[in-house]
Protein backbone atom coordinates (compact mmCIF):
# COMPACT_ATOMS: atom_id res chain seq x y z
CA UNK A 1 0.00 0.00 0.00
CA UNK A 2 2.72 2.63 1.07
CA UNK A 3 5.00 1.54 -2.14
CA UNK A 4 1.58 2.23 -4.11
CA UNK A 5 0.60 5.79 -2.63
CA UNK A 6 4.87 6.49 -2.95
CA UNK A 7 4.53 5.58 -6.88
CA UNK A 8 1.12 7.93 -7.39
CA UNK A 9 2.96 10.76 -5.62
CA UNK A 10 5.58 10.45 -8.08
CA UNK A 11 3.35 9.87 -10.88
CA UNK A 12 1.58 13.02 -10.13
CA UNK A 13 4.76 15.41 -9.42
CA UNK A 14 6.39 14.45 -12.52
CA UNK A 15 2.60 15.24 -14.23
CA UNK A 16 3.14 18.82 -12.18
CA UNK A 17 6.40 19.21 -13.72
CA UNK A 18 5.13 18.41 -17.10
CA UNK A 19 2.51 20.76 -16.97
CA UNK A 20 4.79 23.45 -15.17
CA UNK A 21 7.32 23.34 -17.84
CA UNK A 22 4.54 23.38 -21.30
CA UNK A 23 3.13 26.61 -19.35
CA UNK A 24 6.11 28.41 -19.23
CA UNK A 25 7.28 27.67 -22.95
CA UNK A 26 3.71 29.18 -23.49
CA UNK A 27 4.10 32.40 -21.49
CA UNK A 28 7.42 32.65 -22.97
CA UNK A 29 6.17 32.36 -26.57
CA UNK A 30 2.94 34.16 -25.87
CA UNK A 31 4.92 37.65 -24.20
CA UNK A 32 8.25 36.95 -26.22
CA UNK A 33 8.14 41.15 -27.42
CA UNK A 34 5.88 42.13 -24.65
CA UNK A 35 8.23 43.28 -22.02
CA UNK A 36 11.11 45.79 -23.36
CA UNK A 37 11.89 46.89 -19.87
CA UNK A 38 13.67 43.54 -19.46
CA UNK A 39 13.38 41.71 -22.81
CA UNK A 40 15.19 37.89 -21.05
CA UNK A 41 12.02 37.40 -18.84
CA UNK A 42 10.50 35.71 -21.78
CA UNK A 43 13.78 34.16 -22.49
CA UNK A 44 14.18 32.84 -19.05
CA UNK A 45 10.56 31.06 -18.88
CA UNK A 46 11.33 29.26 -22.61
CA UNK A 47 15.03 27.83 -21.30
CA UNK A 48 13.55 27.30 -18.09
CA UNK A 49 10.32 25.14 -19.25
CA UNK A 50 13.11 23.56 -21.66
CA UNK A 51 14.73 22.16 -19.56
CA UNK A 52 12.17 21.33 -17.10
CA UNK A 53 10.53 19.01 -20.06
CA UNK A 54 14.27 17.54 -20.46
CA UNK A 55 14.75 16.68 -17.08
CA UNK A 56 10.97 14.71 -17.36
CA UNK A 57 11.96 12.99 -20.16
CA UNK A 58 15.68 12.24 -19.22
CA UNK A 59 13.94 10.62 -15.95
CA UNK A 60 11.77 7.98 -18.43
CA UNK A 61 15.23 7.67 -19.91
CA UNK A 62 17.46 6.15 -16.78
CA UNK A 63 16.76 2.71 -16.63
CA UNK A 64 17.75 2.93 -20.61
CA UNK A 65 20.46 4.92 -20.81
CA UNK A 66 21.97 4.83 -17.29
CA UNK A 67 25.25 5.84 -17.38
CA UNK A 68 24.42 9.06 -19.72
CA UNK A 69 21.43 9.40 -17.65
CA UNK A 70 23.10 10.47 -14.50
CA UNK A 71 25.49 12.81 -16.65
CA UNK A 72 23.10 14.84 -18.46
CA UNK A 73 20.61 15.28 -15.20
CA UNK A 74 23.99 16.56 -13.64
CA UNK A 75 24.74 19.07 -16.63
CA UNK A 76 21.37 20.08 -16.60
CA UNK A 77 21.12 20.45 -13.08
CA UNK A 78 24.13 22.60 -13.03
CA UNK A 79 22.79 24.41 -15.86
CA UNK A 80 19.05 24.57 -14.15
CA UNK A 81 20.56 26.17 -11.23
CA UNK A 82 22.61 29.10 -12.75
CA UNK A 83 19.41 29.82 -15.07
CA UNK A 84 17.60 30.10 -11.56
CA UNK A 85 19.66 32.43 -10.22
CA UNK A 86 20.06 34.96 -13.83
CA UNK A 87 16.45 34.30 -13.92
CA UNK A 88 15.75 36.05 -9.95
CA UNK A 89 18.15 38.56 -10.77
CA UNK A 90 16.22 39.54 -14.23
CA UNK A 91 12.84 39.60 -12.44
CA UNK A 92 13.26 40.67 -8.98
CA UNK A 93 15.50 43.93 -10.24
CA UNK A 94 11.82 44.86 -11.62
CA UNK A 95 9.98 44.38 -8.41
CA UNK A 96 10.34 47.96 -6.48
CA UNK A 97 10.04 49.60 -9.55
CA UNK A 98 6.60 50.59 -10.41
CA UNK A 99 6.23 49.20 -14.04
CA UNK A 100 2.93 49.50 -15.98
CA UNK A 101 1.25 47.41 -18.34
CA UNK A 102 3.51 49.26 -21.33
CA UNK A 103 7.08 48.46 -19.83
CA UNK A 104 6.48 44.88 -19.38
CA UNK A 105 2.97 42.66 -19.54
CA UNK A 106 1.54 41.92 -15.71
CA UNK A 107 0.80 37.91 -16.64
CA UNK A 108 4.18 37.61 -18.17
CA UNK A 109 5.71 39.52 -14.65
CA UNK A 110 4.17 37.71 -12.35
CA UNK A 111 3.72 34.60 -13.35
CA UNK A 112 7.91 34.41 -13.57
CA UNK A 113 7.50 36.07 -9.78
CA UNK A 114 5.11 33.34 -9.06
CA UNK A 115 7.16 30.56 -10.51
CA UNK A 116 10.62 31.77 -8.87
CA UNK A 117 8.75 32.54 -5.76
CA UNK A 118 7.67 28.52 -5.82
CA UNK A 119 11.00 27.35 -6.63
CA UNK A 120 12.24 29.23 -3.31
CA UNK A 121 9.83 27.44 -1.75
CA UNK A 122 10.33 23.83 -3.15
CA UNK A 123 14.23 24.63 -2.65
CA UNK A 124 13.71 25.51 1.10
CA UNK A 125 11.13 22.64 2.41
CA UNK A 126 13.86 20.45 -0.14
CA UNK A 127 16.54 21.35 2.78
CA UNK A 128 14.20 21.61 5.92
CA UNK A 129 12.07 18.73 5.46
CA UNK A 130 15.23 15.79 5.80
CA UNK A 131 16.68 18.09 8.60
CA UNK A 132 13.29 17.44 10.13
CA UNK A 133 13.08 13.85 9.49
CA UNK A 134 16.61 12.92 10.78
CA UNK A 135 15.41 15.20 14.21
CA UNK A 136 12.21 13.39 14.53
CA UNK A 137 13.73 9.68 14.01
CA UNK A 138 16.80 10.78 16.13
CA UNK A 139 14.36 11.12 19.14
CA UNK A 140 11.97 8.83 18.47
CA UNK A 141 15.52 6.84 18.61
CA UNK A 142 16.00 7.65 21.81
CA UNK A 143 13.52 7.88 23.37
CA UNK A 144 12.09 4.07 22.52
CA UNK A 145 16.03 2.80 22.73
Known amino acids: MESSCFLCLQIITLIAWFGLGIAMIAMGAIYKDECPIQPYIPIFLLVAGVTHLMFVVLLFLRRVLETCSIVLEALIGMFSFAWFITGSVWVFSLYSKNIDSNQCD ?26 FGCSVRSFLYERFD
Open 106 to 131: QNLYFFAFGFLIFQYVVIGLSLIVPC
